[in-house]
């Protein structure tokens, strides 16, 4: 990662800018892995919603996306034979990479597409596509689960950061009981068993707000993955506090479990333009109308006693997961449009060609394969021991091995 880190965003909602000055703050800023910055132990993103296909004298590329586009390509420079490339920077700035064709932006906003093509005129031809990897969520795995009691009465997934606002999460929960007379049972998560100093000093501050945190919130420093799914369903309510960030997961994740979210109005609201939080308005969960406690406070009264008007998974469905993110992706490259056989718009899904080609080529179905039957060439990191994955994809297609990347000449 590279660049200014926008600190004076994080818990400022009204920044006294013009927008072209916020919007270069924002972009100052990315989540990149570079080749620089590579070591031997590190791991490099690279998802591959559609591997390359051969069928019937007719070969197309694939696409991956990677927050290490540009090291990628330093390593296998013929990769864009069958590749097309997505960056990606975990972040609400535009990507900085070199060398992608296309560009994950987060949200949908012509205004500040038209404004990163004029201001940079050499990346002015990638190809910005709203989507991010928060949104290839798999929306049948983490989905509700059977016959959970929802006895969590507010989940907060967020790491121990400056980012993510948690004293002012913190004293939300202490003003609730002050206002309303009952403690609510509070769920908190971090990611974190070994807090650096920074976790440290953020922990301390959760603390300052509520006193003794076992007397207000259940702090779970770490659960399991395949436990997820649970968690979320067991919640009415995911709160999240921050104001700045990429697209969160987290908001995704709990839709797809069919759990409200509750949000301030104004997280990412340079980024997003006129893009909402999340679809479906009320019926997903709510936007807090101010940047403070008792705001947050008297939203969460309002998500708790009004849970059952709540429909988040519904309206996720409409227009999130797997089958609209490989959709939306397809459709907006127009390589696809100009070169995948029997291409209709919207219904890669029922593509015969590519259907029958993925059998072919991989030994399973398309849907098998984009809900990760075959997890193994469709979301791994690129590290020493893994790029053989990469020759795999070469010698199918007949690419010229590249020379292997000798990583021992990389910055200890």
Known sequence: MKGNYPYDYFANPNINKPIEEIWADIDAFSMEVFPDEVRQSSLIDFMIP???????????????????VDYIYECYPEISKIFISAAYSMWTSYPWSKHADAYCVCYDNPEREKWFRKTNPDRADKILLPLQDADFTNEYWLAPTWDTPKDIDVLCIARLSLLKNLQIFAQAIKFYHQRYGKKLNVVLVSGSENLDDMEKEEYRKVEEAVGKIEDYIDYRPVVPYNEIAKLYSSSKLVVLPSLLEGKNRVLQEALSCNTAVIAFKDLNKYSRGNSPIFVGGKESGLEVPEFSPEALAD???WGIINNAAFKPRRNYLKYNGRLNF?????????????NLPEYTPGAIEKNQWVDLAMQDNYQQSFIDFLYGKNTRIQHFRVVQDDSFIINFFYSRFG??????PDFTKLQP
Do not use: M
């Open 50 to 68: 559609l591997p390359p296909l051969n069928y019937e004298g007719k070969t197309t590329k694939g696409v991956f996306l990677s927050q290490g």
């Open 299 to 301: 939203a969460i009264h």
């Open 326 to 338: 490989i959709n939306k992706l397809i459709d907006s490259i127009p390589y696809f449009r100009e």
């Open 399 to 404: 690419v010229q091995n590249s020379p292997y």
